[in-house]
């Protein structure tokens, strides 16, 4: 069974600046792939960054990019230069199969980021 | 862009009565999923779907039933509403192939059981 773990509830972050939200896995399948979404107070899930096992350059979307460290089984999303609409609720989730063998993702708990002027 | 869409942003029920969530993608994606989110719970999978008329039960199936008559279309059902059933729910669809299998989502439904 794959397992995601977010243990920070809530951050804060001053405009400008950069943040790392972490995210941990557990999983025993060798192929998997992790990914950060962020939910707005619109509620929309939007996807941000994604990051496959086998990859070996660290994923980077703008201003979003997945810190992979795969002997530890983490992967921190880090934000750079932090704007006032980053604040929303982070997910991180992982792809694993199902009993049936398709693909679904596992969710964190979550974490509330907010942005401070 | 992929666009999926939700029939309803707020929803009011009544205990007892049946309810029907319905989704709808646009970019021929082969698998369909239904969440429901409730706070410090993240997301949990309800059922998902990956193919015309297949489905498979999720984390928390239990109270819901879903049907896909058609690839863009994938309804949720509560067939007797309970107030413990009040929640955001949340539609999302891939393309089904091996990869990313990058989910997209829909604004989401609140739904609210008196």
């Known amino acids: 069974a794959q397992k995601i773990t977010q243990t920070q509830p809530g951050m804060f972050v001053q405009e400008k600046e950069a943040v790392t939200l972490d995210c941990t896995y557990d999983?025993?399948?060798?192929?998997?792939?992790l990914f950060w979404y962020k939910q707005p107070s619109s509620g929309e899930m939007i996807f941000l960054i994604y990051q496959g096992s086998y990859d070996q350059q660290n994923a980077t979307e703008g201003r979003y990019s997945l810190n992979f460290q795969k002997a530890r089984k983490s992967a921190n999303l880090v934000i750079s230069a932090s704007q006032l609409g980053d604040s929303a609720m982070y997910f991180c989730?992982?792809?694993?199969?199902?009993?049936?063998?398709?693909?679904?993702?596992?969710f964190g708990k979550g974490t509330k980021l907010s942005v401070i002027p | 862009d992929v666009k999926v869409t939700q029939s309803s942003r707020y929803l009011v029920k009544r205990t007892g009565e049946k309810v029907f969530l319905e989704c709808v993608q646009d970019m021929d994606h082969e698998n369909m999923f239904w969440y429901r989110q409730d706070p410090g719970l993240g997301l949990r999978l309800i059922y998902f779907s990956y193919d015309v008329k297949m489905k498979e039960k999720g984390d928390i199936p239990e109270g819901y039933s879903v049907s896909r008559e058609k690839k863009e279309r994938f309804s949720l059902i509560l067939e007797s509403a309970s107030t413990n059933q009040t929640s955001m729910y949340l539609c999302?669809?891939?393309?089904?192939?091996?990869?990313?299998?990058?989910?997209?989502f829909g604004p989401g439904t609140r739904l609210l059981v008196l």
């Open positions: 989730a992982m792809r694993g199969r199902s009993g049936a063998g398709s693909y679904q993702l596992t």
């Open positions: 999302a669809s891939s393309l089904g192939a091996q990869g990313s299998e990058t989910q997209y």
């Open positions: 999983t025993s399948d060798p192929s998997y792939g």
